[in-house]
């Protein structure tokens, strides 16, 4: 049993909430892209009406284990500020004495921002004496960083027996109940997309969807590998060739289940993997070419299937989409998920990349903070940063 943050009695109390402020910065340490902040706003704003003492931390990139200017989240801080219109202090460590002050410093419904837990080597590695540390002067700790809910690092998971009340953020809550609620009690037909470059790291998202969709429609380089599985010609594309058993494996799993597994009918190809290469549609790509885009036939066979579902999740890319002559699949896909009537959810990543490239994020039901933590979801894993919260 998980508790959300609105069972807590935060009230003057130091509340610890993990937050996934991990954001795209500019050479001149601008945020580029403020929509994971943005994300966690609702229990921000919660935690201050319900009077606690906010204390808010995150990673931020890939820092070797120690302080690093370019990771610092001092920049984060003071967009946040500006969004929320109030003072945010900022902390430039997330344990130690400094921190402990301003901690005990903060009054009702003021925010403290931590530095990148990742300037520690101990976050990464679950370190118990990192995680006390992360612990001390904490009364309450909230999860709201779902994009880091599959990883079991101090800050995730480590910490949270050594605070008494613990919960999920609204943000996390959501991620955790919409994701759930399409593996187990979907509106049907239940229409699986999924894209993006390999079969191996869909392997098993593709064999949990094949026990609980209604039809997998697959476009992007992975589909390459479940065509030449299924004996049909790829050409130069982009094929896992230690991957094909794996392939095989769900053709005929999808096959003995009754579960329709359309892959591309026709192709964008090109003769090599460049921008500016000349962009032809194929039924049948010849040796010389590479698949790099579902053709036309495709995209009418894939939005007939989802004009008809009542769920629709979606991850990855149909093709090369960063490039113009070979987005129109990806983009088609979009149009297609966001102009159904249907629940919609688009799984993280590159997925949301796409969508926002084609401005119709606002007409899906949900859009995921976390590639790799709805992925796990979906495949029905136990998230280490959720059940460090089960009572």
């Not at 995730?156 to 609620?181: F, N, S």
């Not at 130069?236 to 009918?265: F, T, W």
């Amino acid at each position: 049993m998980i508790k959300k943050m609105e069972e807590l009695d935060l009230r003057g109390r130091a509340t610890f909430i993990r937050v996934d402020f991990n954001v795209p910065l500019s050479a001149d340490k601008k945020v580029t892209d403020d929509t994971r902040i943005r994300a966690a706003l609702p229990t921000i704003h919660l935690a201050r009406t319900m009077g606690a003492r906010i204390i808010l931390a995150s990673h931020l990139g890939r820092p070797k284990g120690g302080p690093d200017p370019e990771f610092s989240l001092e920049p984060v801080g003071a967009l946040l500020a500006e969004i929320l219109g109030t003072d945010v202090v900022f902390a430039d460590d997330c344990v130690g004495d400094g921190v402990k002050k301003n901690i005990r410093d903060l009054r009702e419904g003021d925010i403290l921002l931590l530095e990148n837990l990742r300037f520690h080597k101990g976050e990464e590695k679950n370190d118990d004496e990192f995680a006390r540390a992360l612990a001390d002067g904490i009364d309450a700790y909230v999860n709201d960083a779902f994009g880091a809910a599959h990883r079991a690092h101090a800050s995730t998971a480590g910490m949270v027996k050594y605070v008494r009340d613990k919960a999920a953020g609204l943000l996390m809550m959501k991620e955790v109940e919409i994701l759930t609620g399409i593996m187990e009690k979907p509106a049907r037909p239940f229409v699986a997309l999924l894209g993006g470059a390999k079969v191996s790291d869909k392997v098993a998202v593709l064999d949990s969807l094949v026990k609980k969709a209604d039809a997998i429609l697959v476009g992007g380089a992975m589909a390459y590998t479940l065509m030449a599985a299924s004996g049909k010609k790829t050409g130069n594309s982009r094929v896992e060739h230690d991957k094909i058993g794996v392939a095989e494996d769900i053709v005929r799993a999808a096959s003995s289940r009754g579960v329709p597994l359309l892959l591309p009918v026709d192709h964008v190809v090109a003769p090599r993997f460049d921008e500016s290469a000349p962009a032809t549609v194929v039924s049948e790509i010849p040796g010389d070419q590479m698949g790099l885009d579902i053709g036309p036939k495709t995209i009418e066979l894939f939005k007939k299937t989802l004009a008809e579902a009542k769920t629709i999740f979606w991850n990855g890319p149909m093709g090369v989409f960063e490039w113009p002559a070979f987005a129109a699949g990806t983009m088609a896909m979009a149009q297609a998920v966001a102009g159904a009537k249907a629940v919609t959810v688009v799984g993280g990543g590159d997925s949301v990349a796409a969508l926002n490239q084609s401005g119709l994020e606002a007409k899906i039901t949900h859009v995921s903070t976390g590639g790799g933590a709805s992925l796990e979801l979906i495949e029905g894993k136990v998230l280490p940063g959720v059940k460090a919260l089960e009572e």
